[in-house]
């Protein structure tokens, strides 16, 4: 594995690999990477010829700034990791790479954009098209790939390839899950032992509203799931919502067109946990 800290260098290389007709596949992460991003190389390594991975801690994508500055960082262990896991590019770039000048632009992602991760989070989805849009620049891959885990930002990316023309195709992984069902994520560092326990049951609860959805309306299965949630000790719930995979608008009737993905936030002591599970019901 090689490692390169320059965008120009880095674009010049992927040409170089393209004309070879060499398919390139693309992880971008924020490091403290775990076995769901290791999965995204393995995805890649599968689908493509050339694998890049890049770590880089997205301030702009942060609304707090202490969640920023407590983000885990460990770029050795990781580097050991992505060469473990067979990555051809680790692209490492300093925040002046990546920002030489204050990044001004101003995406409009609509609906997609308001709701659910928009709504508690102002100026998250901003942050990341700024930098998915200049990662994308820099790495003209044929696919990229994302964890479903984050399954808005999945979507919300989709519609940035969408605006700005890129011709990558966006690949959604599924969640990889610790042995008690908590979805992995580098945050979970940041959990005490007993919080990791606690946190086990936002998957549960998950499962257990797709397994009983049919037996209540969408309002009172979101009520009753709301209150198991609310009864999780050591937790505070900031939303949980079913809405239509595709516009991600909240749905009111089972019957509506499409699948549907039941999104859950909720902060384990002072941690931002995310999950989601999919009803398909086509």
Same mark, same amino acid.
């Given at each position: 594995?090689?490692?390169?800290?320059?965008?120009?260098?880095?674009?010049?290389?992927?040409?170089?690999?393209?004309?070879?007709?060499?398919?390139?596949?693309?992880?971008?992460?924020?490091?403290?990477?775990?076995?769901?991003?290791?999965?995204?190389?393995?995805?890649?390594?599968?689908?493509?010829?050339?694998?890049?991975?890049?770590?880089?801690?997205?301030?702009?994508?942060?609304?707090?700034?202490?969640?920023?500055?407590?983000?885990?960082?460990?770029?050795?262990?990781?580097?050991?990791?992505?060469?473990?896991?067979?990555?051809?590019?680790?692209?490492?770039?300093?925040?002046?790479?990546?920002?030489?000048?204050?990044?001004?632009?101003?995406?409009?992602?609509?609906?997609?954009?308001?709701?659910?991760?928009?709504?508690?989070?102002?100026?998250?989805?901003?942050?990341?098209?700024?930098?998915?849009?200049?990662?994308?620049?820099?790495?003209?891959?044929?696919?990229?790939?994302?964890?479903?885990?984050?399954?808005?930002?999945?979507?919300?990316?989709?519609?940035?390839?969408?605006?700005?023309?890129?011709?990558?195709? /966006? /690949?959604?992984?599924?969640?990889?899950?610790?042995?008690?069902?908590?979805?992995?994520?580098?945050?979970?560092?940041?959990?005490?032992?007993?919080?990791?326990?606690?946190?086990?049951?936002?998957?549960?609860?998950?499962?257990?509203?797709?397994?009983?959805?049919?037996?209540?309306?969408?309002?009172?299965?979101?009520?009753?799931?709301?209150?198991?949630?609310?009864?999780?000790?050591?937790?505070?719930?900031?939303?949980?919502?079913?809405?239509?995979?595709?516009?991600?608008?909240?749905?009111?009737?089972?019957?509506?067109?499409?699948?549907?993905?039941?999104?859950?936030?909720?902060?384990?002591?002072?941690?931002?946990?995310?999950?989601?599970?999919?009803?398909?019901?086509?």
């Amino acid at each position: 594995m090689i490692t390169i800290e320059s965008k120009e260098h880095l674009h010049h290389q992927v040409s170089i690999l393209k004309s070879e007709g060499k398919t390139i596949g693309f992880v971008p992460t924020m490091g403290a990477l775990h076995k769901g991003h290791l999965s995204l190389i393995e995805a890649s390594n599968k689908a493509c010829d050339i694998t890049i991975s890049s770590i880089f801690v997205n301030p702009n994508q942060f609304n707090d700034k202490d969640d920023y500055q407590q983000y885990p960082r460990t770029f050795e262990t990781d580097k050991a990791l992505l060469e473990q896991a067979n990555c051809d590019i680790l692209f490492a770039p300093s925040q002046e790479e990546m920002y030489p000048e204050k990044d001004s632009r101003e995406f409009d992602f609509g609906e997609l954009g308001n709701v659910m991760e928009g709504a508690h989070r102002p100026g998250h989805f901003n942050g990341v098209a700024q930098i998915v849009s200049k990662l994308f620049d820099a790495v003209p891959a044929h696919k990229a790939f994302f964890g479903q885990k984050d399954f808005q930002q999945y979507v919300i990316i989709k519609d940035l390839v969408k605006q700005l023309n890129y011709n990558i195709e /966006i /690949i959604a992984c599924p969640i990889v899950r610790e042995k008690n069902g908590l979805a992995m994520s580098s945050r979970n560092q940041r959990l005490s032992e007993k919080e990791k326990e606690i946190a086990s049951n936002i998957f549960k609860i998950l499962s257990w509203a797709k397994k009983n959805y049919l037996d209540y309306s969408v309002s009172d299965l979101k009520d009753i799931v709301a209150k198991k949630y609310k009864e999780l000790e050591h937790t505070r719930l900031e939303y949980f919502d079913i809405v239509n995979d595709t516009n991600l608008q909240t749905i009111k009737t089972w019957e509506e067109d499409g699948n549907f993905v039941a999104c859950v936030a909720i902060f384990c002591g002072k941690v931002r946990l995310i999950d989601n599970i999919v009803f398909n019901l086509q």
